[in-house]
């Protein structure tokens, strides 16, 4: 009896490590072939405050941190980093930020991933202009 409460405090203790280590208690992500442990190394190995996560032909995907200020810190990096390639900030509705250049439109979509990160969704517009 003892050694069965053994092998299951064993076997517990295991699957948590491996949760923690591979920081399975993240929600999904909406990108494929990407697991959050390499998302967030990717963010944590870079002294950007956003940084590139995948890109496929139609848009790109990024993470922020959202810091003890909610959502409102990553739309003023995402506004920065938007900026600095000449779009301009016209608005932002609900989770869409949108921006405007040589009488183009460009809307960048927010998602709240966890309380510490959040995902921005960008159309390829943005590189190519």
Sequence with gaps: MKWIGMIVAVLVVMVSV?????????????????????????????????????????????????????????????????????WAFKAKEGSGLFFEKEGETLLVTTQMWTKKYVLVHVSNQFKEM
């Design 18 to 86: 491996w949760i923690v280590v591979n920081k399975s208690y993240y929600p999904s992500l909406p990108i494929e072939n990407l697991s959050a442990k390499e998302v967030i190394r990717q963010l944590n190995d870079s002294d950007q405050k956003i940084v590139e996560v995948a890109t496929d032909e139609d848009s790109a995907w990024y993470i922020t941190r959202s810091q003890n200020k909610g959502i409102s810190i990553a739309d003023e990096t995402i506004k920065e980093m938007i900026g600095s390639k000449g």
